[in-house]
């Protein structure tokens, strides 16, 4: 059964950097939007619909949000270091999907990775750039920790939730010190 078939739920989440909406199908976790208050929502629900040819429906304690729901909570309560959640890829595809996939699997909780040498584990030695764009397009933030890559000199680097989501989750993650205030 392909994407288009399977529907869309969806729900909002509070969580220590703003409301997050998630998004899942049959296959697993689809979307994770920052921000998402109802302009954001709004613009997002319409991009999915445009996307997976599917309405989506707000669903929250649905079978397939539940445990989404219940890993993000843990996450940001500091008792999750690794969501175990099946993700559907369909909002990705070819070398961002891959750099994608690299940085799910091989760039733990507390860890961070530069650019470069992302595309160095993906085989693409000099694409950082690439891998930033990669980093602007995961549909998955927090899922797949786009947080965690920073540029080579120490830097943040960008971060499409904003440079002060990026600090609070290096900061939960124990990378950062935590804001004075």
């Known amino acids: 059964m392909d994407t288009k078939e399977q529907g869309v739920q969806w729900s909002v989440v509070s969580s220590d950097?703003?409301?997050?909406?998630l998004a899942a199908t049959d296959a697993g976790l689809v979307s994770v939007v920052f921000h998402a208050r109802p302009g954001v929502r709004d613009s997002v629900l319409a991009r999915l619909r445009a996307r997976l040819g599917t309405e989506p429906v707000r669903a929250p304690g649905s079978?397939?949000?539940?445990?989404?729901?219940r890993q993000f909570a843990a996450y940001f309560a500091g008792d999750l270091r690794t969501f175990s959640l099946d993700l559907d890829w369909s909002l990705?595809?070819?070398?961002?999907?891959?750099?994608l996939r690299e940085l799910a699997s091989g760039v733990p909780y507390g860890t961070v990775v530069g650019y470069g040498d992302l595309a160095d584990r993906v085989g693409q030695p000099g694409a950082a750039q690439?891998?930033?764009?990669?980093m602007g397009s995961n549909p998955l933030p927090v899922v797949?920790?786009?947080?965690?890559?920073?540029e080579s000199g120490g830097g943040l680097g960008g971060f499409g939730g904003g440079l002060e989501t990026k600090r609070q989750l290096l900061a939960l993650e124990g990378i950062l010190p935590q804001p004075l205030f």
């Open 130 to 134: 690439a891998v930033g764009a990669a």
């Open 63 to 69: 079978a397939r949000l539940a445990e989404p729901e």
């Open 92 to 99: 990705s595809s070819g070398f961002n999907r891959q750099v």
């Open 17 to 21: 950097i703003g409301p997050l909406l």
């Open 144 to 150: 797949v920790p786009c947080h965690r890559v920073v």
